[in-house]
């Protein structure tokens, strides 16, 4: 008995030295946890005629197919700040897994107020046009990437608020989508930028 009093009373004694070691609360910050949000769910392949829904403001410099494209699927995200972060595209949450999309993806980046501040194609296509403005491909010309093979970090504002909108579109033969993630990958951010500036 006496001797399992005597354990007791030292695990307690342990435990109050272990707790005085202990940095306070208020100090200690856990590190970031890489963030995946889902742009667009998976849209089995269709023949293009088949897509009902166009574009009408997207022009595709093409000889081949229609020269206004049809969508595939569309979705937008939730508020987001990049905040330091690397933002790459993925097939999975975790990032373990590419994406597919016939023919590209229109990546559209909305500030605070829901206006259009920067675009981007990804995928197999000529060159877009949104009125005069010819958008900047992003990644090699390609129906298929590798995980975190896209990098849109420049795509996207430093501190600011934003929601990022995808469209999968299609303007010759058949479209399809794969399951398409924004990763979030907290300290990498821009740091090829930094290193330019010295």
Sequence with gaps: MRHSRTLTLSAAALSLLACAKQVPPSTAVAPPEPRSVQLLS???????????????????DTR???RTPRV??????PSLRLDGAQARLCGDAACTKGFAVDNFLLLEVLDAK??????????????????NEQVDNVGRRAFSFEPNEVDVTALLPESEPFRLRATALDYWGVGRVTNIFLRLEPGAGRAEDDLRGH
Excluded: C, H, W, Y
């Design 64 to 66: 081949e197919g229609e």
């Design 72 to 77: 595939v699927a569309t979705a937008e995200t």
């Design 42 to 60: 998976a849209t089995p392949e269709r023949e293009t005629a088949r897509l009902e829904q166009r574009r009408e403001d997207v022009e595709v």
């Design 114 to 131: 829901g206006k259009v501040s920067r675009r981007a194609a990804v995928g197999f296509t000529d060159s877009v046009f949104i009125g």
